[in-house]
T-cell receptor
């Protein structure tokens, strides 16, 4: 099955700096890669996603890059703010029957942005 | 447009009791997924359902766990004879027929087994 590795497990940056989180996956059939932000006790919130037909996608301060050949993808957050502090999860999709997709998650990165 | 709804938000059960977790998908969404999250872990896929059908339950334990998504009403994840190891957060997600891969999560049910 799909195996998603995520690094680092914790990341501390100063406000205004950039943060980068990296993930690798094993299943070449995966073609959809979302990133979720989860604050303590809250639901995972989709913040950005990328499909395998593009190499990069940007949404304001957040960008994701994908290297399908190497099977890795990364999340980049620029100009970090204290409100960005949360646990971030990467995921890779596995197709299921009847148009379904199981998301295989990394173990998460706890990001702390200090003022 | 209400998001994915789950209830209860917190559930405490003693060993051997049954736990029933409910999930209402976003309006217009016909695909429902259940995931389990252990402390300080990522979410693990359990089961994928459409109305009145279990499509894929490859991530669900073979015993004590069952799921349904009836024609009317919410999807239900049922855990019989709970054990302490079942303590976790259980999240439901839904997706539409158009953007099938994009899943939106509910607030989760935090199950504590005493």
């Amino acid at each position: 099955g799909e195996n998603v590795e995520q690094h680092p497990s914790t990341l501390s940056v100063q406000e205004g700096d950039s943060a980068v989180i990296k993930c690798t996956y094993s299943d070449s059939a995966s073609n959809y890669f979302p990133w979720y932000k989860q604050e303590l006790g809250k639901r995972p919130q989709l913040i950005i996603d990328i499909r395998s037909n593009v190499g990069e996608k940007k949404d304001q301060r957040i960008a994701v890059t994908l290297n399908k050949t190497a099977k890795h993808f990364s999340l980049h957050i620029t100009e970090t703010q204290p409100e960005d502090s949360a646990v971030y999860f990467c995921a890779a999709s596995t197709p299921l029957s009847n148009s379904g997709y199981a998301l295989n998650f990394g173990k998460g990165t706890s990001l702390l942005v200090t003022p | 447009n209400a998001g994915v709804m789950q209830n209860p938000r917190h559930l405490v059960r003693r060993r051997g009791q049954e736990a029933r977790l409910r999930c209402s998908p976003m309006k217009g969404h016909s695909h429902v997924y259940w995931y389990r999250q252990l402390p300080e872990e990522g979410l693990k896929f359990m089961v994928y359902l459409q109305k009145e059908n279990i499509i894929d339950e490859s991530g669900m334990p073979k015993e004590r766990f069952s799921a349904e998504f009836p024609k009317e009403g919410p999807s239900i994840l049922r855990i019989q004879q709970v054990v302490r190891g079942d303590s976790a957060a259980y999240f439901c997600a839904s997706s539409s027929g158009l953007a099938k891969e994009t899943q939106y999560f509910g607030p989760g049910t935090r199950l504590l087994v005493l």
